[in-house]
């Protein structure tokens, strides 16, 4: 039983760690990009949800795959969807 609950643990905390390094290079890719812009990171965000909103009027079959909460996912999402795929892709390319 505690073999179990220490395993168990180790899955929380291992996804709790991702998600937090996951959160930590968006906020440095956000602003990243806004100083690269001369802009503040709030009109980063801003202008990539609009962005997103748009697609999401005529979305398509891949768009429909981006996991999220709401039917339309934030920029977070977004970019962790495609983080993956291309991460994915690499694997793919790698095999071969």
Do not use: L, W
Not at 3 to 31: D, L, T
Not at 40 to 48: G, H, L
């Amino acid at each position: 039983m505690k073999v179990a609950i220490e395993c168990e643990f180790n899955k929380i905390s291992y996804k709790n760690n991702y998600k937090e390094r996951e959160s930590k290079m968006n906020r440095k890719m956000y602003r990243e990009i806004a100083k690269k812009h001369g802009v503040t990171v709030a009109e980063v965000k801003r202008d990539m949800q609009e962005a997103i909103n748009e697609a999401y009027i005529s979305p398509n079959q891949s768009a429909q795959g981006i996991k999220r909460k709401g039917d339309i996912p934030t920029p977070n999402e977004f970019i962790n969807h495609i983080a993956k795929k291309i991460k994915d892709e690499q694997k793919e390319g790698g095999k071969k």
